[in-house]
C-alpha cells in the first residue's frame, strides 16, 4: 500500500483552487481598472464639448440681450449627447442634468464679454462589475474651461 506521503493525486487541482481566484481578480482589476480610466477621459471630453458649446459666440439683440434663454440645456444636452454615446458602464443608470454644473450660473453669463472664463463640471458615480465590493462605487469628476469667443 502506497504512503499518503508520497501521493501526489490531486495537487494540481489544489494549486489551482488556491491561485486561480488571485489571477482572476489580477486580470479582471486590470480590464476594469482600465475602463475606469476609459471614462474618466470621457468625462473630461464630454465636459469639454459642453464648455465649447457654451463659449462660442451667441446670437444678440441690439439691445445686447441673448437671444437664447435655453443656453445650460444646451450646454448641458450637449455633454450628456457625449457621456451617453462613448461612456463604457454596465448598468442602465441615466446620465441627467444633476450630474453637470455650469460656473458662472446663467443669470451671471448674460453679461459675458469675450476673454471670460466658462466652466463646465461633470460627475459620474462608477459601479465596477468585479471589484465593486472592494473598492465600491467611485465618483468620477472631470471639468472643463473655455474662454468665451
Same mark, same amino acid.
Do not use: G, R, T
Given at each position: 500500500m502506497k504512503s499518503l506521503k508520497? *501521493?501526489?493525486k490531486g495537487t494540481t487541482a489544489v $494549486?489551482?483552487?488556491l491561485v486561480l481566484p488571485v489571477l482572476l481578480t489580477l486580470i479582471f482589476g486590470m480590464i476594469e481598472l482600465s475602463l %475606469? %480610466? %476609459?471614462n474618466k477621459h470621457i468625462?473630461? *471630453?464630454a465636459a469639454g464639448e459642453g464648455a465649447r458649446a457654451g463659449s462660442i459666440i451667441r446670437a444678440v439683440e441690439k439691445d445686447g440681450s441673448i437671444v437664447s434663454?435655453? $443656453?445650460d440645456k444646451r450646454i448641458k444636452d450637449k455633454v450628456k449627447l457625449?457621456? @451617453?454615446g462613448h461612456l463604457v458602464t454596465f448598468d442602465n443608470e441615466v446620465f441627467d442634468d444633476d450630474n453637470i454644473a455650469i460656473f458662472p450660473p446663467a443669470p451671471d453669463r448674460d453679461t459675458f464679454f469675450f476673454g471670460d472664463d466658462l $466652466?463646465? @463640471?461633470v460627475e459620474y458615480e462608477y459601479k465596477f462589475?468585479?471589484?465593486d465590493p472592494l473598492l465600491g462605487p467611485i465618483t468620477i469628476k472631470a471639468s472643463a474651461n473655455m474662454r468665451m469667443e
Open positions: 508520497n *501521493n501526489q $494549486e489551482l483552487a %475606469f %480610466f %476609459f468625462l473630461a *471630453n434663454s435655453d $443656453e457625449y457621456a @451617453k $466652466e463646465v @463640471k462589475l468585479y471589484l
